[in-house]
């Protein structure tokens, strides 16, 4: 009932991708560098350090945190630990790539030009709607502020963050923190209500906000046009139905109604406009296999399921995002490069973090769960 | 022979008792002269014996750095790093160094809470102060605030909690306020959402706080603050405040609206303040005192500390037997350090106490050595450049020998300027005599490089001046050191010394350079003075003669260009004569013969020849050489003055416009057909001899005019049996030798008379171009060939016979001695090499003209800096502050252009030179380079 409120408002296709011309495209390579030769090799430089299956196998091979200092040390990253007295933590290692991998982003940002500045603006849009959403659900549930911006990722910060952690209500979250934000553009669609935040219109606000987020980034990687566009093209939508199949999974027992379901799901993507619509009615996770079957990329993900248990539903998501990340870097000339090196490298952070738990809790025999890049 | 060849290594083999490792390894670190093998490649890092000890060691490291951090903060430094504290075992000082960094901690700890204490008293105190005011300017215009006295209506925070209870605003309290200090950064976007969460019901005043707040989270830093007081009305309204004041950073301290009560807590918090200054002294006192007591050691134990990770992790490298007892390390040591190796190796066994001595085994092996040089400290800056392009191969012959001075040599040839010189090498000698003091300029980034090189900028500051003298160039004037010049020009006729005769008009002149000892030579009207001309030239380097005429360039380019081959094929002949020392050290016979000697003939059958014509060509004196009936050169002595030839000078004075008014001889030059007077319309020519002999005119480049003059000691037999008529003398004019050289090759077998200069010219260059295209099938074929055949042969002999190798195992050098032969690799590499080689004489020759374009650029731009700004501004204005002014710019042209560009481009340039057209007629570079385990080499990183 929440979401009727919204209006009856059809969703608007975007334009289909269009068609790259190869003209556009070589008139991209003869200038591509002029703005962008030097950030895009940087990035090729840092995609150089990502870890290798050996480092992988060596890290696996490790008694403690201190073995796994020992060997980082020799990688890419470095002595980004050395100043850290033992023992060490779990959280240490993963803030600290973390940090690291702001740094090298930061750098980027730095050096890049108008086009790709607000490419990457787009990529810490994704952070700060994270950051929204983990504030305002730790505020409803009573969690102190400060300890809940030490748990918001460092690109999605914004000055006014913490702000709202006194508003109570949608509405009064947009108009007194976001409307001073990048966000706001996103925000004032969704933060319409003056009633209390409650644990399921903080998730339809998510969903709302990623949705607007991506529609809107999307658009632009399609303006962008060129390999950007082709690149960016499939790995949004790639994203896009990822949602769409996690929101419908999610969504089936809830008290969340198709239709406000349905106004949830990106415009865009490899399953809309029809894949969206039979998710819409699924009311099974049978009638959710049933609608994105037809569609090759995704037939295998439900099968494996069935029969391999270690494997979750969102392993299979990250693995094959990865790959997608993975052929990005096979294009030159585009920003591509750029998402997909953040992707890959927080993949990366998370396998590193999966490892370090499994080895400081003695559980090496799941140290292989691991998702491995290159 | 060291400098020549690296230093002969052998492959040792240690056992050692696992008791002893560490003491051993210490001794061996202070000797420096073994590089370990790692043993252990296929275990990382975690895996292997001692990492513990290596994490220990990181630790230990951590915690100094902290302290050092520490140190810095307190900008203490070590007054001296002489003491060594290394006795002290490793895990005492791991210990002590524990119990040190908690110490240390703890007092940090209460002293940055003290600090962060004091920070806040001095931010109360700074609102009180500005909020006072805001009150005071409130009451003076009559404002009251509605709340009673009692309801002080502030927030307490921080220290102050005790101070004063602030209870809540009574529910009928229409104005209540909150003040604090906030970071002035915040302040905009603060009042802004206050604006929104309020709807513009309150109000937000503030004012910057001029003295900066130190950050109590990083120290050192100051962060520019702002104090603010916030009034707004309602209750709901201060929760909603309170937590934006919060998100924002701001500390709330309390304010209270009387007069008195303010009054009050700023005395409350300046006693507290006083009070805790004083704490805050002594614990930074004694927190000083802490730091002392160790500042001294930190770097000793720093160095302690490095130096046992070091040598843990060489322990790391050994293979160790399966009960632990004993340590197997492999590792290069030269053969002249073996007795030193074996005594540290006896220290540590005596130092540890181990019962097993220590065992040295010398392994054969067939794996190439590193390479390592005991340099001279004066030949390390070449050896490094050397070793840029590439190590050199085991016992190869080591290039850094000649760069040491052909290298300055080079790079002189291109900078050559006697001030530019003077001054580079005064850099140099500055670096090299106060070496010892300036030795912490190694580790600078920017003036590492020049330190390091200082002996090579000595060298080519003193090159560089050398070629100076040579060019003649101080700053591009050029000087008269050596004696003045035999020449003057027409502006300067006047003077005493330049020639001055009668019926000269400096007007009409046209020529403005005579010679100004022809007076002694020629008066028309004293006649011959009976002396020799004397020709002399120059003494020593460039006649500064040549200063401002128009065909200066012409004659330095010319020398410059023809010096640059010369040094080149020099040098390159010296790089294959490079390959010969290395053929004849291996014994590689087959390179010798059929790579070095047709390499040789190639390139003096082509470019040594060239070599050798100019040389001919600037020995020969032009002014005497003659071509006789176009097809004989003759040399006919010049006796200009002597009565029996001639009497007047070859150089016909341009000064006679009209050769009928030559003296004595007018009739007789007048009847001679208009092409014959050299001087045709007046126009100064040179080189035209006109010689009396007997009486009779002989004038140059022309038939004989009579018969009986012709001179059997000059022109041979026949031309005086065939008598005058078929005779004709010509001025022979230098021959173009890029002609020559082209023609040796279009028109093979002759030489055209004009450009011959030795007899039977034609015939020496069939001969040469024939030896120089037979030697390229020989440098192509019997290699390869060859090889094979000992390949097989090899094969079939140890198919026979296992046991003996000596055969063809020597002979094959580094190619087909043993192991994989292939024909096709082995074909394809020296077709290569021969189409390199043979392309690259002839583009490597005119590579080396780089060293006349290099020094031509040089010498230009000095010029025309000189020339355009102190000369033609500053000399010309007069005025001593153009001067001045002038004389600024020039020398920052000098020395940013000239000393700080031009000097990096020839440096470049010599560079490559080195590494392309020297170093590859002979050198490989493809060896490693030998780094042992060093304390000393450590201690540099």
Redesign the interface.
């Given at each position: 009932g929440i979401l009727s409120q919204g209006g009856n408002t059809s969703p608007v296709p975007l334009p289909p991708p269009q068609s790259s011309c190869w003209r556009r495209k070589r008139a991209e390579m003869i200038t591509f560098n002029l703005d962008d030769g030097f950030t895009e090799a940087v990035v090729r430089g840092y995609r150089s350090g990502i870890l290798s299956q050996g480092d992988y196998s060596n890290l696996g091979q490790c008694d403690g945190l201190e073995d796994m200092r020992m060997h980082l040390a020799v990688t890419d990253y470095g002595n980004f630990l050395q100043n850290e007295p033992s023992p060490l933590q779990t959280m240490t290692i993963s803030e600290k790539c973390t940090e690291k991998l702001v740094e090298e982003f930061n750098y980027i940002r730095c050096n890049a030009s108008a086009e790709l500045a607000k490419f990457l603006d787009y990529i810490t849009y994704g952070y700060m709607i994270d950051n929204v959403i983990l504030l305002l659900t730790g505020t409803l549930h009573e969690r102190d502020t400060s300890e809940l911006l030490e748990k918001c990722h460092p690109l999605g910060k914004f000055q006014s963050l913490a702000t709202l952690a006194i508003t109570t209500s949608p509405k009064d979250a947009y108009k007194l923190v976001l409307v001073d934000t990048p966000l706001a553009v996103y925000a004032q669609k969704c933060f319409t209500e003056s009633q209390d935040f409650t644990e399921l219109n903080i998730e339809v606000i998510r969903n709302t906000l990623y949705k607007a987020y991506l529609e809107d980034f999307y658009a632009y990687t399609q303006k962008l046009g060129g390999a950007t566009a082709d690149v960016m093209g499939e790995i949004l939508r790639f994203e896009a139905d990822r949602r769409a199949i996690n929101i419908t999974i999610n969504s089936l027992d809830t008290e969340l109604t198709k239709e406000g379901r349905g106004e949830l799901y990106c415009n865009f993507g490899d399953l809309y406009p029809e894949g969206v619509m039979r998710l819409e009615r699924a009311d099974t996770q049978d009638a959710v296999r049933q609608a994105v079957e037809s569609f090759g990329q995704y037939r295998e993900l439900f099968q494996e399921d069935q029969f391999n248990r270690d494997k979750s539903l969102e392993d299979w998501f990250f693995e094959y995002e990865v790959k997608l990340n993975k052929l990005a870097f096979e294009q030159q000339f585009q920003y591509g490069v750029f998402y997909a090196y953040m992707k890959l490298k927080e993949q990366e952070v998370r396998n590193i973090v999966w490892i370090a738990e499994c080895i400081s809790q003695d559980q090496k025999s799941r140290i292989n769960q691991y998702i491995p890049i290159f | 022979m060291s400098q020549f060849r690296s230093e002969e290594m052998c492959l040792v083999q240690l056992f050692i008792q696992s008791e002893a490792a560490h003491a051993t390894l210490q001794e061996l670190g202070k000797v420096g002269s073994i590089q370990f093998k790692d043993l252990n490649t296929e275990k990382?890092?975690?895996?292997r014996l001692f990492?513990q000890d290596?994490?220990r060691c990181?630790?230990m490291s951590?915690i100094l750095?902290?302290i050092q951090g520490m140190c810095q903060q307190e900008k203490m430094k070590p007054r001296d790093t002489g003491g060594e504290d290394t006795a002290m075992p490793l895990h005492e000082l791991h210990d002590k160094l524990i119990e040190l960094e908690k110490e240390m901690k703890d007092h940090t700890g209460s002293m940055s809470q003290l600090i962060r204490q004091k920070i806040e008293l001095e931010e109360h105190r700074h609102v009180l102060r500005e909020g006072a005011q805001w009150f005071q300017q409130a009451y003076s215009r009559g404002v009251s605030f509605t709340a009673p006295q009692s309801d002080e209506g502030t927030e307490m925070s921080g220290v102050l909690e005790e101070g004063g209870a602030g209870g809540q605003p009574r529910p009928g309290s229409v104005l209540g306020h909150i003040a604090g200090c906030i970071p002035t950064a915040?302040i905009h976007?603060m009042s802004?959402?206050l604006f929104?969460?309020t709807r513009g019901n309150m109000l937000l005043k503030h004012e910057e706080i001029t003295a900066p707040i130190m950050d109590p989270t990083k120290p050192d830093e100051a962060v520019q603050k702002s104090v603010f007081v916030i009034f707004f009305s309602g209750d709901r309204s201060r929760v909603?405040i309170d937590?934006?004041c919060?998100?924002?950073a701001a500390t709330k301290y309390r304010l209270p609206e009387q007069v008195p009560q303010q009054d009050e807590i700023v005395k409350q918090v300046d006693d507290r303040l006083k009070d805790l200054t004083m704490v805050l002294d002594k614990t930074r006192d004694y927190r000083r005192g802490k730091l002392e007591e160790i500042v001294n050691k930190v770097d000793a134990w720093m160095l302690h500390v490095q130096r046992e990770k070091a040598v843990f992790h060489t322990l790391n490298q050994f293979n160790y037997d399966v009960t632990h007892k004993c340590l197997i390390a492999e590792g290069w040591c030269p053969t002249a350090d073996m007795d030193s190796v074996r005594d540290a190796l006896r220290q540590g066994t005596i130092r540890s106490g181990a019962t097993v001595q220590t065992v040295l085994n010398v392994v054969k092996t067939r794996e190439t050595p590193p390479t390592f040089f005991r340099n001279a400290k004066f030949a390390q800056g070449t050896q490094s450049i050397v070793d840029a392009y590439g190590m050199a191969r085991y016992q190869e012959f080591n290039p850094a020998v000649f760069s040491c001075i052909t290298f300055p040599f080079l790079f002189g040839v291109m900078f050559g300027d006697v001030g530019h010189g003077i001054m580079m090498a005064l850099v140099g000698l500055l670096l090299v005599l106060y070496e010892k003091k300036l030795a912490y300029l190694a580790q600078d980034e920017m003036f590492g490089t020049l330190y390091k090189g200082r002996y090579n900028i000595l060298a080519m500051g003193i090159f560089a001046t050398y070629s100076g003298f040579i060019y003649n160039e101080l700053f591009a004037v050029p000087m008269e050191i050596f004696g003045s010049t035999a020449w003057c020009s027409g502006e300067m006729v006047d003077d005493s010394h330049c020639m001055h005769t009668k019926g000269y008009d400096p007007a009409t002149s046209l020529q403005k350079w005579v010679r100004t000892n022809m007076d002694d030579a020629w008066d028309p009207d004293m006649g011959s003075t009976g002396k020799e001309v004397t020709w002399e030239v120059y003494p020593f380097g460039n006649d500064p003669g040549w200063a401002h005429t128009a065909n200066k360039l012409n004659s330095v380019n010319s020398f410059k260009m023809k010096f640059a081959i010369v040094a080149g094929v020099v040098q390159m002949v010296a790089g294959v004569c490079c390959k010969l020392m290395n053929t004849l050290y291996f014994k590689d016979d087959l390179t010798m013969y059929f790579v070095y000697i047709p390499e040789m003939i190639f390139i003096n059958s082509i470019f040594g020849y060239l070599v050798i014509l100019i040389l001919l060509k600037w020995t020969t004196n032009w002014d005497t050489t003659y071509i006789l009936n176009n097809e004989q050169v003759v040399t006919i002595p010049q006796r200009y003055c002597k009565d029996d030839l001639s009497n007047l000078p070859c150089w016909t004075p341009p000064y006679w416009y009209n050769r009928a008014t030559v003296p004595g001889y007018g009739a007789q030059l007048a009847a001679l057909p208009e092409h014959m007077w050299c001087m045709g319309n007046g126009a100064a020519t040179a080189g035209c001899a006109v010689m009396k002999h007997n009486d009779q005119l002989l004038v140059e480049g022309n038939v004989f005019v009579t018969g009986n003059i012709i001179l059997e000691e000059f022109t041979g037999k026949k031309c005086k049996e065939m008598g005058s008529a078929h005779c004709s003398l010509w001025k022979q004019s230098p021959p173009s030798l890029l002609d020559s050289l082209i023609k040796m090759f279009m028109e093979i077998g002759s030489v055209p008379v004009e450009n011959q200069m030795i007899p039977g010219q034609g015939g020496l260059q069939v001969f040469l171009i024939l030896i120089a295209f037979a030697s390229v099938p020989v440098l192509l074929f019997p290699k390869p060939y060859i090889l094979k055949a000992r390949h097989e042969a090899m094969q079939h002999h140890q198919l026979h016979d296992d046991d003996d190798h000596g055969a063809g195992g020597g002979g094959g050098g580094g190619h087909g001695g043993h192991g994989e032969f292939d024909f096709g690799e082995e074909m394809v590499h020296q077709m290569i090499h021969t189409i390199e080689y043979v392309l690259g004489c002839i583009s490597n020759t005119a590579s080396y003209l780089r060293l006349w374009a290099l020094s031509l650029a040089h010498a230009q731009l000095s010029e025309v800096f000189w020339e355009k700004t102190v000369v033609e501004i500053g000399l010309e204005s007069a005025s001593p502050l153009m001067l001045f002014v002038t004389v600024t710019a020039w020398s920052c042209f000098t020395f940013g252009v000239l000393m700080g560009m031009e000097s990096l481009s020839a440096f470049l340039h010599a560079l490559r030179l080195h590494w392309v057209e020297f170093m590859n007629k002979f050198y490989h570079g493809d060896g490693y380079k030998f780094m042992p385990f060093s304390f000393d080499a450590k201690d540099e990183d």
């Open positions: - | 990382s890092a975690f895996q990492v290596v994490r990181d630790d951590r750095r902290v915040n976007d802004q959402t929104r969460a909603k937590k934006i919060d998100s924002y």
